[in-house]
């Protein structure tokens, strides 16, 4: 049972750094693999679930209450977690669209004279 747990703390953050080395960038720079690091991250979310779950199960069975309770808190941390990389996982993946860049709107000035022959317009 304790094993689930190793696989899961080990596990988790190999996949989580083999993410973030495919999606880190540098500068303006597009990363090279970034559906291969999505595919890292949604690993990395499957298992932040899945095996403090499946040790919360194996706890309750084997009337180990106290185990299976910290194993269902873990897992509940990874669901939020796990949650939270799986949706830059998706954006990475192609699976659901990232949202659009915000782009500022261009403002545009003129300049205006008024009467009395004081100018304050550039050239002019």
């Known amino acids: 049972m304790s ?35 999505g595919a890292f991250l949604l690993g990395c979310a499957f298992l932040l679930v899945a095996a403090p779950l499946a040790a ?11 185990y299976a309770g910290v194993c269902a808190v873990l897992a509940l941390g990874g669901l939020v977690l796990g949650g939270l990389l799986a949706v830059k996982g998706l954006q990475e993946t192609g699976a659901i669209t990232k949202p659009a860049a915000v782009v500022p709107t261009q403002t545009t000035s003129h300049c205006v004279e008024f009467s009395g022959g004081d100018t304050r317009c550039p050239g002019g």
Do not use: E, K
């Open 3 to 37: 094993m689930l747990l190793g696989v899961w703390a080990v596990g988790s953050i190999v996949l989580f750094l083999l993410g973030m080395r495919d999606l880190f960038t540098f500068g303006d720079a597009a990363p090279a693999h970034s559906a291969r690091g």
């Open 56 to 66: 919360t199960v194996i706890g309750a069975l084997g009337g180990q209450t106290i």
